[in-house]
């Protein structure tokens, strides 16, 4: 296990991560102090266990799930990070915790630690495929129950594959592939925050006019 001090002056702050090394050291990969808050990252089969510990010790009390959300790191191996955010209302403290999972490794679901999990856990695998074990309903949140892909994946085309567009002939919801291929679209929009960007018949880009040039004297 590394660890790592950030600068802070937060001396209860401190106490509670050399707390944590103490007990979770066997447990945890990577435990930090990062821009006044403390990190952890767990292994997969010691999840559970730790956030038992982080939620019912009298020293932390990390009763309440802010949120819990997914990363995906297209070059990583495993490629997917699992972070979840909890709050101590007894100790004004806030930990964030996170696992690592490839897109076939299923993460254990908090759902009996943590009620409010369940949706979070649920919009998780809906917008990045990662599968949550012994799960109550897993099952997407936010896209239509025959939605192809995981749209937050780093792969997954802006475009997407699949249009859904109210049809006035047949006068209801019809779905459609896209025909746009994402590679030829063009974004390169002008901005009203910037000026025109003018090109001259052969090409090469207008200069910059000099604003002290045509001014009335």
């Given at each position: ?7 802070t ?19 945890v ?10 990190t ?6 010691s999840?559970?266990k730790v ?15 802010i ?5 995906d790191y ?10 979840y ?10 930990v964030?915790l ?10 254990p ?5 943590f009620?409010?999990a ?36 780093k792969d997954f ?14 006068k209801r ?42 001014d009335?004297?």
């Amino acid at each position: 296990m590394s660890t790592k001090y950030s600068q802070t002056n937060d001396k209860a702050l401190v106490a509670l991560l050399e707390y944590l090394i103490s007990i979770l050291s066997g447990d945890v990969i990577d435990i930090r102090i990062a821009q006044d808050e403390i990190t952890i990252e767990s292994r997969v089969k010691s999840l559970l266990k730790v956030l038992s510990f982080l939620r019912d010790d009298a020293k932390c009390q990390f009763k309440q799930l802010i949120d819990l959300c997914g990363v995906d790191y297209p070059d990583r191996n495993p490629r997917f990070h699992v972070v979840y955010h909890l709050l101590s209302c007894r100790h004004n403290q806030r930990v964030r915790l996170k696992v690592a999972t490839s897109e076939v490794d299923p993460v254990p679901s908090i759902v009996k630690l943590f009620s409010s999990a369940d949706w979070y856990e649920r919009e998780t695998w809906d917008m990045f495929g990662i599968t949550f074990s012994d799960h109550p309903d897993l099952r997407r949140l936010l896209t239509d129950y025959g939605f192809d892909g995981h749209p937050l994946r780093k792969d997954f085309p802006l475009s997407g594959f699949v249009e859904v567009r109210y049809d006035e002939e047949k006068k209801r919801v019809v779905y459609e592939p896209v025909h746009l291929t994402q590679e030829y679209r063009q974004f390169d929009f002008m901005s009203p925050w910037e000026g025109a960007h003018f090109i001259r018949p052969g090409g090469e880009t207008e200069p910059r006019k000099n604003p002290t040039e045509d001014d009335p004297q």
